[in-house]
């Protein structure tokens, strides 16, 4: 008895094979495009760490509080930029009303902000220990 296959096989469809992206890179091994503006908001979020680590010298402040301040402000401005402020239904609706590259737009900026928001978040966690 032969085994067959139940649907005829390609050379079409061996050769597209699906593409997953993750952290900046493609399973294919080609870099995506974007992956600057990530790396450009970590090195702000080191110079916005370094400004708060300078300010905490001179403001009657300790460095947990600009730290935090820092971090909060960074964080709550990635929740509200993309969007899990609002509930299940507004998302949904969100969801359905915007274009496929304005959503990738809004993560990709929410992505920015939580980026820069990483140095302080971890100048945070060493002042607190």
Request: aromatic letters at 10%; charged letters at 15%; a positive charge.
């Amino acid at each position: 008895m032969e085994k067959t296959e139940p649907y005829p096989r390609s050379s079409h469809h061996e050769k597209s094979l699906p593409v997953t992206h993750t952290a900046g890179f493609c399973y294919n091994g080609k870099k995506m495009k974007g992956v600057s503006a990530l790396k450009k908001a970590f090195a702000f979020g080191c110079i916005l760490a370094a400004a708060a680590y300078a300010a905490g010298f001179v403001l009657p402040f300790g460095f947990d509080g600009i730290f935090g301040a820092v971090t909060a402000v960074l964080i709550i401005t990635a929740i509200i930029v993309s969007g899990l402020a609002v509930s299940g239904a507004e998302q949904r609706a969100n969801y359905h009303s915007e274009t496929k590259e304005g959503r990738h737009a809004r993560l990709k900026m929410a992505a920015v902000f939580f980026c820069a928001a990483l140095p302080s978040a971890v100048c945070l966690l060493i002042t607190l220990l």
